[in-house]
């Protein structure tokens, strides 16, 4: 009877061990995909779900653009169709808003404030009304962002308003505070107007 010489292998033929080795490489390996998607047009979140899909890693590049252009892919690169670079990345330029600066309205009217954020390209605004000893009643205290911020035109700002400043001792309790206990010449308690 014959004996195979290799215990191990016994008398079926086998693969050769580097094949084996290079499909399990293989199989736990994305692989990148033979041509980029058409993503223009597309929010840059659609278009960072369709890339992430197909294993394509996403570079967002920013460009000022019109209001309807706000927010999407204006181009790409590679182009759609093409094979993706070794890295397996695409390069998308998305369009957002012009960048302004938050004027300074400390200390203006309400209504002046208003007009200067206006006119800045402030469309939203949220006020807040709060007490204020160092800044006259009606005017402004702060803004958030705050002056200087460099933020997108048409961001929401929201400021503060000052109000009365609140009534310290006397003018809290009027006269009242003003009264106090006395003793009299026959050891009682009376009261005296200050």
């Not at 580097?18 to 399990?24: F, I, L, N, V």
């Not at 990148?32 to 992430?52: F, H, I, K, N, W």
């Not at 927010?71 to 759609?80: C, I, M, N, S």
Request: hydrophobic share 35%; proline share 8%; charged share 30%.
């Amino acid at each position: 009877m014959w004996r195979s010489p290799d215990p191990v292998l016994g008398s079926q033929p086998s693969e050769p061990a580097e094949a084996s080795t290079d499909e399990g490489r293989l199989a736990g390996t994305k692989m990148a995909p033979a041509a980029t998607p058409d993503l223009v047009g597309l929010s840059l979140m659609e278009a960072r779900r369709q890339a992430r899909l197909i294993g394509l890693h996403v570079e967002a590049l920013e460009r000022i653009s019109g209001e309807d252009e706000w927010g999407r892919v204006l181009e790409q690169e590679p182009a759609a169709g093409s094979a993706p670079g070794r890295d397996a990345s695409v390069s998308l330029t998305v369009g957002v808003r012009p960048h302004v600066r938050v004027p300074d309205v400390r200390g203006r009217s309400e209504d002046d404030a208003l007009a200067v954020l206006r006119a800045a390209g402030f469309v939203s605004t949220r006020r807040v009304v709060r007490k204020s000893d160092k800044v006259p009643e009606g005017h402004i205290v702060r803004t958030r962002p705050r002056a200087g911020s460099r933020v997108s035109a048409g961001s929401r700002i929201s400021y503060v308003l000052a109000d009365a400043p609140r009534p310290t001792g006397r003018e809290r309790h009027g006269e009242k505070h003003r009264v106090r206990a006395v003793r009299m010449p026959d050891g009682s308690f009376g009261r005296r107007g200050g």
